[in-house]
């Protein structure tokens, strides 16, 4: 049973760094794109980044790119989010998620292109 843990949400001030982790298990990792999304109240889930199932190519929403980066260490099955210089409305909860296929060639930016969503991570940017 595929299963995905984000962790390292928080609270910080406006121009400060996070960096989230999503730990999978139960599906065959490196086969998968994965994929970052966020949700803040009373919005629509935003797809904010993505890295294709070996590494090599990486999608950013306008609203992140250039602030936030998407790696992935296939050999401890975990994508990473490094969020910098964040702002006060990239607070929400953050899920990250694998792709529906396999070895897709590059990346899908549409949520419903991915399927077993974590279970959150809450990040939260204030003064």
């Known amino acids: 049973q595929v299963q995905l843990v984000a962790s390292g949400g928080g609270l910080v001030q406006p121009g400060g760094s996070l960096r989230l982790s999503c730990s999978a298990s139960?599906?065959?990792?490196?086969?998968?794109?994965m994929g970052w999304c966020r949700q803040a109240p009373g919005k629509e889930r935003e797809f904010v980044a993505g890295?294709?199932?070996?590494?090599?190519?990486?999608y950013y929403a306008d609203s992140v790119k250039g602030r936030f980066t998407i790696s992935r260490d296939n050999a401890k099955n975990t994508v990473y989010l490094q969020m910098s210089s964040l702002l006060l409305e990239d607070t929400a909860v953050y899920y990250c998620?694998?792709?529906?296929?396999?070895?897709?060639?590059?990346?899908?930016?549409?949520?419903?292109?991915?399927?077993?969503w974590g279970q959150g991570t809450q990040v939260t940017v204030s003064s």
């Open positions: 998620a694998k792709d529906r296929n396999t070895r897709r060639i590059g990346v899908s930016k549409y949520t419903r292109d991915y399927d077993y």
């Open positions: 139960g599906l065959a990792f490196s086969s998968y794109a």
């Open positions: 890295i294709d199932w070996n590494g090599g190519t990486t």
